[in-house]
Every structure is written in C-alpha cells, then in structure tokens.
C-alpha cells in the first residue's frame, strides 16, 4: 500500500490459498499489489471465468472498509481525502453480482477487517458529522442463495493481521479446506479454529444460503460424484459431489 501501513500476510495468504486451491483442481486468477485499474481488469478477468463455471471462489486478502453500508475493496494505491475517493476502490456489491453468475455455487472469502488507516484518513478529511456513515469492520452482507460468504470477523470488527507466515482466518482455511468434508462443515470448523487460535478475540462471521450439500474433495461414504468448473478469482475443474 502506497499509502497506509504495509501489512504483513497478505501476499503469503494469496499465493498459499492460490496454490491449495489448485491442488484442488481450481483454475486459479492470482493477482497480487494491484492498484486501482490492476484490480478492475482482475475482477473483469474472474467476471468472465464465473459465467461459465459451476462453481466460483473469491478470496480476498487485505485492507477493506464499508461506508453508508457498502463495502469497499482498497488497491495499493488508494487514497481517500473525499468520500468521492471511494470510486477509487472496488465495491463489494460488485463482485457479488459477479459471483452470483456461476451456476451452482458460489463463495466470498473476505480475510479484510484489519485496522485501516485509509478509513482513518477519510474520517479526517470529511469530518466527525460527514464520517457518521463510515464504521469499523465491514458491513454484513446479505448471502444471495446458493452463496457462502465468510468474514475474517464478524461484520463491523476488526481481525488481526498475523504475525506468522499467513492470518489467523487463512492459516486456519488452509488447514481444513483440504478436507472430505461437506464445504458449510468446513467453513464452521475455519471459524472455529479462528476463534480459538486468537484466545476468542476474533469470532468469523459465516452466512450459508445453500440447499443440498457440496463437496469439493469428494465424501468418505457414497456420494454421486460429477466434474465440475470453479473459479477462485478462479475457475477450473474438480471433483465435487452434490446431494439434494
């Protein structure tokens, strides 16, 4: 970031998540320090993967803020002296609609509610009164069905940057998402490991609005297996097993 703070995980997180994601069998967008015009064409680039995908994943590590309610994504080279500024970054709603494209599943992962001195600096420059609308954290965000979205934290707090190779929400992801497990099972035991890893300071915030069951390494017992495509700022083939 060219104007706040460097933060320490975030590429660790990206290139790690990137690389257990493909051995899942996702094609995988990895992007990494974009600024502004960078970060469109990536989202333009995952848009398109998810039209045609099945399955579709956007993992996101950094800083982020909400203000009025919507949630922004921040380029390395943001800077917020006006609430205008905000059109500088890159609008959450936004990647949902993208999301919401694949067919059958579609996932958020926003490991982004740390301490952010961009939202500091725009409270400055507009002003106590102005600066009503801009909060801590990130603002909840409404799962549309067939979605997981997943919160490094719940909605409105902040999460911790980490002080190892990766965060306490991604080292606890890349710790289950390997698993034979169903993928809402495997979201609530990443919230788990969260909130303990972090002596219960930091809770994940997980909404699931899916019907039947997903899985993207398969099931111990019988399952009706099918080739499917995803896309994680992504998109690609894996096994994955559905039962409604």
Known sequence: YLNAPRLLTPLNDAA??????????????????????????????????????????????????????????????????????????????????????????????????RDNPLADQLKRSIGTTRALPLQNGLAKIDSPQGMIVAYATQA???AE?????????????????DAQEEIGTIFRRISADVYETTRRTQLPELSLSLIGEFYLHGKTDFVTSQNTSAADAVRSDFEAAQNV
């Open 16 to 113: 790690d998540v990137a690389a257990s994601l493909r051995r899942a069998g996702f094609e995988v967008i990895l992007a990494t320090d974009l600024d502004k015009i960078a970060m469109d064409a990536a989202t333009i680039q995952f848009a398109k993967a998810a039209r045609v995908s099945d399955v579709a994943m956007f993992y996101y590590s950094g800083h982020a803020l909400q203000f009025g309610g919507v949630n922004y994504l921040a380029p390395v080279d943001a800077k917020l002296t006006d609430e205008a500024d905000l059109r500088r970054m890159v609008r959450i709603d936004e990647i949902v609609s993208d999301l919401q494209q694949a067919k059958n599943l579609r996932v958020l992962v926003l490991d982004s509610c």
């Open 156 to 158: 409105g707090r902040t």
């Open 161 to 177: 940057d980490g002080t190892g190779r990766n965060s306490p929400y991604t080292a606890a992801f890349l710790k289950n998402i």
